[in-house]
């Protein structure tokens, strides 16, 4: 098993540019989401899904993207990319939406936005 | 204003001694708390677990306490051993949130050989 990949690992934009984060799992879970960590700040959640074609919006959604027309892909969008964008981005998927169940995370992307 | 705080960015210990991670919250509605282990250029892993109904749980060489009272945790490591070497976060939830997690800015722990 893959676990859970995401592509790009890094990434530069300008501002106002648009991208696709891509996430997939191989694990067949139900729950997928992603968050952004920033220096100095605890991961927070941008997005999440609880199966596929449901999804809902986390602490900062803002900017962002999110369809779930598969269990496997949850891929975020930025829409108009503006530095307050600038992170690392974090992709996760576990068996359900419950915090009882083990999150497993991809390796992380790094995006720059100039 | 953050709900879980880790207020050491870092902490260095000697291989084989007891390492010790703190973590505060101010929800008094979490109910699961959970410690999570990351290394560079990977995403965090999942380490150990507690509910708010104990005060005490333990894998091998970890073990997490909880206090309730002064809404404090910590993360006990015996022993120390270099491939420790890590971000340690701490993360909380309350069932009446969606399971949502709520994380610490983490602690990056050095072992000392």
């Known amino acids: 098993n893959a676990g859970v990949t995401q592509t790009p690992k890094f990434q530069v934009l300008k501002t ?73 981005y974090f992709c996760a998927s576990s068996s359900s939406g419950s915090s009882y169940n083990e999150q497993f995370f991809g390796p992380g992307t790094r995006l720059t936005v100039l | 204003d953050q709900q879980v705080k880790q207020n050491s960015p870092s902490l260095s210990v000697q291989e084989g001694r007891i390492s010790i991670l703190n973590c505060d919250y101010t929800n008094s509605m979490f109910d699961y708390f959970l410690w999570y282990k990351k290394y560079p250029a990977e995403g965090p892993t999942f380490l150990i677990s507690i509910s708010s109904i104990k005060d005490k749980n333990e894998d091998g060489r970890f073990t997490v306490f909880l206090n309730k009272s002064a809404k404090h945790l910590s993360l006990h490591i015996v022993p120390s051993q270099p491939g420790d070497s890590a971000v340690y976060f701490c993360a909380a939830s309350a069932s009446d949130s969606n399971y949502q997690l709520i994380w610490g800015a983490g602690t990056k722990l050095i072992i000392k050989p």
Do not use: K
């Open chain 1, 16 to 88: 106002g540019q648009s991208m696709t984060l891509q996430c997939a799992q191989d694990m067949n879970h139900e729950y997928m989401s992603w968050y952004r960590q920033d220096p100095g700040m605890g991961l927070r959640l941008i997005h999440y899904s609880v199966g596929a074609g449901i999804t809902d919006q986390g602490e900062v959604p803002n900017g962002y993207n999110v369809s779930r027309s598969t269990t496997e892909d949850f891929p975020l969008r930025l829409l108009s990319a503006a530095p307050s964008q600038t992170s690392v």
